[in-house]
């Protein structure tokens, strides 16, 4: 496909170069800011445009790689007639992009994307379109840069959303505050990692009420009791081993449910 | 090494096993529970016991793997001479086993084990010891089932049972959490494996406080409200999703630190 790239940051870089070593050919890239429209212009072999206006109508897809709260402004300045344009944000509604054509659609890569990677996998990819023609056009781009494919309206993609801040966000702090406590007592926050991939790779055989397990699961208050004391000098951390204490052990029995 | 293996159950098993694919002999396999010592011996190609008087006092090394409560009991039945005794538990002081023997000590392996497992690796072994040549003699044999061994004294333990706490135990929670609402709104949990596998690879390349993302950590009012309402009937999953916000939202200043 001819494609047209607006925007010029991680996620504009990242599908744009997944599209080009899929066969795909970028026209042009537009941003606002002039030197990063040029330098992932000349990585695609594009065109580098910081006009709206100077787009290339003739293209078979617009991806449309803003920031979130820039998107529906930016659709709001263009009109594409029937070609087919995307955006790529997990929780931005799908009829931000109407005012600006008649075929659009959502490709939502969830995951956070960096520059600097050069593949998305392993990723989901959720896509959505204002038809079932649009829908399978955008399945089949995403199948040539992920093995699970999925799709989601904006409802849907909502929760998807909010599980991914709850699977990866907020597993994501336990390990910093746990490195937090490595660096202020001075232990080697690799030791953890062979148990932290352990946990995970338990996923993928096990329910996760199989393998819980920990003093809060064993109502073993004295364990309790003396982590907390090991927390006395670090009252962020102490705040969230209390909460996820109190939540095991409503899931566990040990203490009423809401 | 000629070895007698004090408890039959999960850790009993995974390391007698690992003992036996390593060249050892175990002589003996007392459980209190006559059927579940009958199966490990035979497993192990071992006696099995019931009495702890009849334990053999000729071996190079005993291991009481019995549950962490009965650990100090069982220690004041036994008197061993100088022969190596270990017990292979966290949150256990190694001066329980003073009673039972001039040498003795702690092999730890800190992972959640089941009598199914035919390895324990990945895993991080942790062992201590009376005296320095007890911890050599333990961190060689620690050397035959992990690359990933490492000292540590009572206190110490401690601190790495806390951690493993809220590494693992907690990380598994969310996923737990995540899994009900799953369940409840019928959608796959599989689908956020790829992003839960991506987050825990990159803590071997980068600093969780460099991928940290999410609504919290952007300071995303909107998302997060739009979050909250999607927990309205899970108000058990809102109080953990709160107080992780909360805790994202202090490391990050957009909230005091207490």
């Known amino acids: 496909m001819q494609v047209v790239i607006i925007g010029s940051g991680n996620v504009a870089t990242v599908l744009g170069r997944l599209m080009v070593s899929n066969g795909h ?38 991806l449309l790689a803003v920031t979130d709260s820039a998107l529906a402004e930016m659709a709001s300045q263009l009109w594409l007639g029937d070609k087919l ?54 399945e089949a781009l995403a199948a040539e840069f992920s093995d699970t494919v999925s799709r989601a309206n904006d409802e849907a993609r909502a929760k998807m959303h909010l599980l991914a801040a709850i699977t990866s966000n907020f597993t994501n702090h336990l390990y910093h505050l746990a490195n937090h406590y490595c660096e202020a007592e001075n232990i080697p926050f690799h030791l953890f990692l062979p148990l932290i991939e352990d946990t995970v790779s338990q996923l ?3 329910h996760p009420r199989e393998v819980q397990a920990g003093p809060a699961f064993r109502n073993d208050s ?37």
Chains 1, 2 share one sequence.
Request: avoid cysteine.
């Open 85 to 138: 344009l995307v955006h790529a944000a997990g929780s931005v509604s799908l009829s931000v992009l109407k005012p600006a054509s008649t075929r659009y659609g959502v490709l939502w890569p969830m995951k956070m994307i960096r520059k600097q990677m050069q593949t998305l996998t392993p990723v989901t990819i959720f896509i959505d379109g204002n038809t079932e023609e649009v829908m399978k056009e955008l």
């Open 222 to 258: 004295a364990t309790l009791e003396r982590h907390r004391k090991l927390l006395a000098q670090y009252p962020d951390i102490l705040k969230i081993y209390d909460a996820m204490t109190a939540s095991i052990r409503r899931e566990f029995g040990w203490e009423p449910q809401n």
């Open 204 to 206: 993928r055989v096990s």
């Open 25 to 62: 050919q970028i026209l042009q890239v537009w941003g606002r800011n002039a030197l990063h429209a040029a330098t992932l212009a000349a990585e695609l072999n594009a065109e580098a445009i910081t006009d709206i206006n100077a787009i290339n109508t003739e293209a078979d897809l617009y």
